[in-house]
T-cell receptor, first 111, second 115 residues
């Protein structure tokens, strides 16, 4: 059975801390892994990862995929209260327009 | 604001009503999706349209009926819904899967309440 597991489920940190969010997957015909940030409305796209070992960066956020370990991490450095959100990991299956979402990690950054 | 537009933003309906959710994108994407998201849960895939044809139906009850009139529009027709169908309904679109990797873009969703 295909599945995507995120950890931790929730996390409380203080501004300035660095956090690491995890996503592991077991799917047939893996094509790509995506990270999204969801606040009150639609998930907003952060990263799409297709190749193992290549880090993608956007400001204080970075992410990397490990196809051998079937996992990915999302790092956020120097966290700010605006980073408070649910971070969703989704895995896309090859040859299908099909995306499986993990349960998400709820991040709360306190001032 | 997102590039995927969903209307209405909120909808309250009775169990005997018939209503429709609408989704529109003008990014030239050829795959469009409907997701259902309950509170504190991740989005669950319902339907996928690829080149205006239904390619995936994740065993969704027939009281939900999708329609893709053209490459820019996606509808979800609702009839005889149950209270447990109350949720945020998200539409998304993405580029042709046969081409370069492209992520999904989500609309802001329609928050549906069934009385």
């Amino acid at each position: 059975e295909d599945k995507v597991v995120q950890s931790p489920l929730s996390l409380v940190v203080h501004e300035g801390d660095t956090v690491t969010l995890n996503c592991s997957y077991e799917v047939t015909n893996f094509r790509s892994l995506l990270w999204y940030k969801q606040e009150k409305k639609a998930p907003t796209f952060l990263f799409m990862l297709t190749s193992s070992g290549i880090e993608k960066k956007s400001g204080r956020l970075s992410s990397i995929l490990d196809k051998k370990e079937l996992s990915s991490i999302l790092n956020i450095t120097a966290t700010q209260t605006g980073d408070s959100a649910i971070y969703l990991c989704a895995v896309e299956m090859y040859n299908f327009n099909k995306f499986y979402f993990g349960s998400g990690t709820k991040l709360n950054v306190k001032p | 604001d997102t590039e995927v537009t969903q209307t209405p933003k909120h909808l309250v309906m009775g169990m005997t009503n018939k209503k429709s959710l609408k989704c529109e994108q003008h990014m030239g994407h050829r795959a469009m999706y409907w997701y259902k998201q309950k509170a504190k849960k991740p989005p669950e895939l319902m339907f996928v349209y690829s080149y205006e044809k239904l390619s995936i139906n994740e065993s969704v009850p027939s009281r939900f009926s999708p329609e893709c009139p053209n490459s820019s529009l996606l509808n979800l027709h609702l009839h005889a819904l149950q209270p447990e169908d109350s949720a945020l309904y998200l539409c998304a679109s993405s580029q042709d899967r046969g081409q370069q990797y492209q992520p999904q873009h989500f609309g802001d969703g329609t928050r549906l309440s069934i009385l």
